[in-house]
């Protein structure tokens, strides 16, 4: 799942828009509140025969308990930064965010991010 998950064009498409009429979302009291918790979901499904089928709580990926891979997030930061830098700036950029430690000053990071 990423940003283009929640574009316009998938929340108009008509299949999303006649599954988001049957969709309720409900807080769960048995998920504790805590900060480190409050991102744990629990997914049930009731299905038209009436079986109930149920994933979690869980962590989801990115919660500090189940962190993503360094590949994930690499592949996540590119999604993102792809939507407002050329493909060969997001590869400049990610390459020295991950030598950050070693940047000099921030004027070399902050070119890459302008015009």
């Avoid at 744990?40 to 869980?58: C, E, F, Q």
């Avoid at 997001?90 to 004027?107: F, N, S, T």
């Amino acid at each position: 799942m990423g940003i283009a998950t929640f574009g316009d064009d998938k929340v108009r498409d008509p299949e999303v828009r006649a599954l988001m009429g049957r969709v309720t979302m409900v807080v769960d009291p048995e998920i504790p509140g805590e900060l480190e918790r409050h991102m744990w979901t629990r997914v049930t499904i009731r299905l038209a025969d009436g079986r109930t089928l149920s994933i979690g709580p869980r962590q989801v990926p990115g919660h500090p308990g189940h962190p993503l891979t360094p590949a994930a997030l690499e592949e996540k930061f590119a999604e993102c930064a792809g939507l407002v830098l050329p493909a060969d700036r997001v590869g400049a950029l990610a390459e020295m965010l991950r030598r950050l430690d070693a940047c000099p000053d921030l004027r070399s990071l902050t070119a890459v991010l302008g015009p």
